[in-house]
Structures are given as C-alpha cells and as structure tokens.
C-alpha cells in the first residue's frame, strides 16, 4: 500500500540513536536487540503482506522490570513504540508505520501456573494460545478461545484485541474470561491488575481498558485467564444447505435441540468452499451445496450427547432443512471439518489481494451484505466471499482482486461500512480496527465516545508514544 492511501504523517517523535541501542543492550542484553534489516523484515511486515513498517530496532524484553525500564527510557527520549505479539492481527495494528521501536513479547512465554480447582490459567503475555492449550490440556482444562492463529497469536496479543474466534458462542468473550491483567504504562509504571478472584467490586474495572486496547494505552505483560473442563465429548456436524435463510433455521433447531452441549456455529458460502478446495487442495466431504454450516457439541457424557444431536440431525434433515451432512465424532474426521473452515484466512490469501471485512450484523441481514457486495462489485473483483461465526453475528466479509488499485479499493469502501453502519453493525466485531480501519471508527462510534476514548489515551499515554497512527481516529 503506499503511504498517500491512508494519509498518515510521521509524528515528531525521537530518532533511535547509539546511546538508545546501548541502553536497550545493557536492559535485555545484546542478543535480544534486533537492528539488522533482514532480521527485522518478517516484523516489519503485517500477516496478509498489505501494510509494511520501517523499524530500525525490535527489543525483546522477557520480563515485566525490562518491558518497564524500555517504557521508561523510550517514554524519556520520546520514541514511539509498537507492542508486538504474535504478529497475526488483520487490522495492520501490530507492525510499525514509520520507525517505531518493536517491543516484541515472544521471549514473555512462561506459564505462571495453572490452579486445577478454579481453572485459573496464570502467564505472561507471549505465551502462544495452542502452547498455553496443550499446557491446559494437561490439567483437564481448555483454552475459553480458539483461533486459526492459535499456532502462532499470543495471549497478550488475543487481549490486546479482544479477540473472539471460535469459542465466543460457548464460552463468552475475554471481557468475562479474563480475570486479571498485568500492564507496564508509557512511562514505565507497572499497573497490576492481575487479580485470580472471579468477583471483585471495588472500584473501576481498569483492565477492561486494556482489553481490545490494540497496544495503545499500556503493554500487556501478564494475564490470568479462567479456563473451563476440557469437554469429554466433542462432535462435530457438518451440514449443506440450499439457503441462507434455511441456514438461519438449522442455527434456531440447534439452539433449541441441543441447548448447553452447543458450542460453535460458523458457517461459510459456496465460494468459500471454492476458495479452500482449490487452493488448499482440500476435499468437501458433503455434496456441493451454496451453503454449508458446521455445528460444534462439548459436553460431559458421549451418550447424552449422541442422543440430543441424533435428534437435531433428524429434525434438519427430515424436514429437507438441510440437503446433506456429515457427523464427525473422532478427532481426525473432526479436524478435518473444522480446517475447511479454520483456514479460509489462508486460503484467501491465495486468491489475490485481500479486502478482509470483520462485521457484526443482525444475524437475518448477514449474508445481504455479501450479496450487495457481489452486485455492486460485478466485473470489478474476482472473489467476494462470505463466512464466519453465526452464533455470534459475526459475518468475515473477504473482496480479493489480482492485484491491490486504488479504485478497487474505493468502489470497496466507504460502500461496506456505510452498509454496515445503515444496518446497525459494527464496522470491527473481533479483530479491532489498527491501522488499516480506524478512521471507521465514527461508524460505530458517537462522537462523544471519540472524545471519551482520546480523553483516556491523553491520560494514560500523555506523549502518544504507543502505537501511534493506531485504532483512534485522526479526524476527531
Ligand atoms: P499481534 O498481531 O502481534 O498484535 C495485535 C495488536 O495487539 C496490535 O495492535 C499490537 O500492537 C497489540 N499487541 C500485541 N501484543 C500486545 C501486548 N502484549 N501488549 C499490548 N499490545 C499488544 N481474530 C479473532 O478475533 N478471531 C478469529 O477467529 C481470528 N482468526 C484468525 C485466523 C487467522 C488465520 C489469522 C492470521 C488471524 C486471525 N485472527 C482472529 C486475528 C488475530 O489472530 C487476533 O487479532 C489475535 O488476537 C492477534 O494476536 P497476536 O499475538 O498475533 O497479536
Ligand atoms: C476467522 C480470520 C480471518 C479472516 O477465520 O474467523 O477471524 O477474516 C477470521 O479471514
Ligand atoms: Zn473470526
């Protein structure tokens, strides 16, 4: 992308000199200071390859003291900072615009502990999601969040963003999971918050500031995070279905069929499966159908379960709800399920340059979205897909064109987000808005919650030096 399609000056922040690399050495030690540009490239550059930064120093600090004395010292020297995780974000929030100095938390990986009475899963910020899964794993316990990231996002990035994923429908979202939060400020300061109590009323809930706050208001150093009983019994269904409208149907039988054993339902169109089976190489294990819904069962006892699913698979297919289905009870057939869905990131990333939208919707007006792109679009791209997580509302809108143009990109936008906004909706459900999406902000945002929000960064970030050119608007 180049710099005039978003229109982004560099703030007049401090340039990184010797004595800074000095300091930063003498702090996390010689080799956790990165300068040489090949080695900073992959840091540089955001997960889809559409937004690239021009750090000259990525410093990988492995505690709270050292994330505290860098803040400290880049606060004093006015040096803006880009907090990194795993470096998965789709918004562009988590590389540098201009030459900020890379905090990279992926030396921040160590579990704390794990209390097998109150689930509660205590660690550092750079523990990757699937490491701190296994881990759980061991105690029974699970991860409330999943992601096609998992491999690779961290915990301090999934809160920084407030992530949802795959779980949301069954287990909530971080805002009720997460229990404590550990922060170092732009000046250095340390604002402990990591409380493992799942009730405490005293006061104002300042983790909740930092939860969804993109690396904007303080670095997430440490986390405690409640996780549930590992299920005993998982199933997966994998339906097709002629219709959006009857898709919605098969979601209200489910709902009602299976009540507290449901724990996932993502659906995805026909050009979704195009997408994945061509360039994935992966095989639809039902009858091509224009829509296909999966639908997820966690629960204690295998035969409960099997008996309340035989019951929602003979309602839905009885009735010709569905056309075709499948039901995966091992875990390979189950996976196998879940990648088709899990990897339509990467599959998309195949078919050329990607307009990646992440809207909440009224769940009935979901798919209207993607039909008004297809229309409005006609000739002009080469794929417009629909997909996402139903049971939360939350539609993945993806565009892709051979190549980016500038007037793709405008016959794209403002027309989604006026669409989505017209409908209510949120123009960001789960992946935040970056840099990419936050002059949409006003979307979704009254003025005066603008205003609040730049009220709070003023205060907690007095010199703006973290994550600049990130989530907040300019034009407010
Ligand atoms: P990064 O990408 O490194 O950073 C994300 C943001 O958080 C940046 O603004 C960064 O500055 C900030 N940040 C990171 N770490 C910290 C920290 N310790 N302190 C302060 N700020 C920090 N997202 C969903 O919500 N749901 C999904 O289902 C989902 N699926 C995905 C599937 C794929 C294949 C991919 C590639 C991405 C997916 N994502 C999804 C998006 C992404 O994985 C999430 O936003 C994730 O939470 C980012 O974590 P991360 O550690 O990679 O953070
Ligand atoms: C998902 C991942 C990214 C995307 O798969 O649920 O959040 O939009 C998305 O493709
Ligand atoms: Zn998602």
Not at 112 to 136: F, M
Not at 362 to 381: F, N, Q, W
Not at 388 to 416: M, Q, W
Not at 418 to 443: D, N, P
Request: negative net charge.
């Amino acid at each position: 992308l180049t710099s005039d399609t978003y229109k982004v000056e560099r703030g007049n922040y401090g340039e990184i000199a010797s004595e800074d690399i000095s300091i930063f050495k003498d702090i996390v030690g010689c080799s956790h200071v990165v300068t040489d540009p090949s080695d900073l490239e992959g840091n540089n550059i955001d997960w889809l390859k559409t937004v690239r930064g021009q750090s000259k120093l990525m410093v990988k600090p492995k505690s709270t003291k050292e994330v505290s004395e860098i803040l400290k010292h880049c606060n004093e020297r006015n040096l803006a900072v880009c907090p990194q995780g795993g470096n998965t974000g789709l918004v562009g929030g988590s590389v540098p615009v201009f030459d900020e100095v890379i905090l990279s938390t992926q030396r921040m990986n160590k579990i704390i502990s794990i209390d097998p009475i109150s689930g509660v899963l205590v660690c550092q910020a750079g523990c990757i999601l699937e490491t701190a899964n296994k881990d759980l794993a061991g105690h029974g316990l699970i991860a409330p969040l999943d992601l096609g990231a998992k491999g690779s996002c961290h915990l301090g990035g999934n809160i920084s963003t407030n992530a949802g994923g795959l779980r949301l429908l069954r287990y909530g979202s971080l805002r009720g999971t997460v229990l404590g939060v550990e922060a170092v400020l732009s000046d250095g300061a340390v604002l402990d918050c990591l409380s493992t109590l799942r009730k405490d009323n005293t006061g104002y809930d300042l983790k909740q500031l930092m939860i969804g706050s993109e690396g904007t208001l303080g670095v997430v150093t440490a986390l405690s995070i409640l996780c549930p009983q590992k299920p005993a019994s998982v199933n997966v269904a994998f339906l097709g279905v002629e219709s959006f409208e009857k898709v919605l149907k098969i979601q209200q039988c489910a709902r009602k069929d299976l009540g507290e054993i449901l724990s996932a339902v993502e659906f995805m169109d026909s050009e979704c499966m195009r997408n994945v089976t061509h360039h994935l190489n992966m095989t639809n294990p039902i009858a091509d159908c224009p829509f296909y819904i999966l639908i997820e069962t966690s629960g204690s006892n295998a035969s409960h379960d099997e008996e309340k699913l035989g019951r929602f698979l003979e309602e839905v297919m009885d009735a010709g709800i569905a056309d075709d289905g499948t039901l995966a009870t091992d875990y390979t057939k189950m996976e196998a399920i879940w990648g088709l869905r899990e990897r339509m990131a990467e599959a998309m990333l195949h078919d050329g340059y990607n307009f990646k939208y992440d809207f909440s919707l009224p769940t009935d007006k979901m798919y209207d979205l993607v039909r008004a792109s297809r229309e409005h679009l006609k000739g002009i791209c080469k794929s417009v897909v629909g997909y996402g997580h139903l049971g939360d509302g939350n539609l993945h809108l993806n565009i892709t064109c051979e190549k980016y143009s500038r007037d793709i990109h405008s016959a794209v936008e403002p027309f989604v987000y006026e669409w989505t906004s017209r409908h209510k909706g949120s123009v960001s459900a789960e992946h935040g808005l970056g840099f990419k999406k936050r002059q949409y902000m006003a979307y979704t945002k009254s003025k005066e919650e603008i205003m609040m929000m730049k009220k709070i960064k003023q205060l907690f970030d007095p010199k703006g030096i973290l994550n600049p050119y990130k989530m907040l608007p300019d034009n407010f």
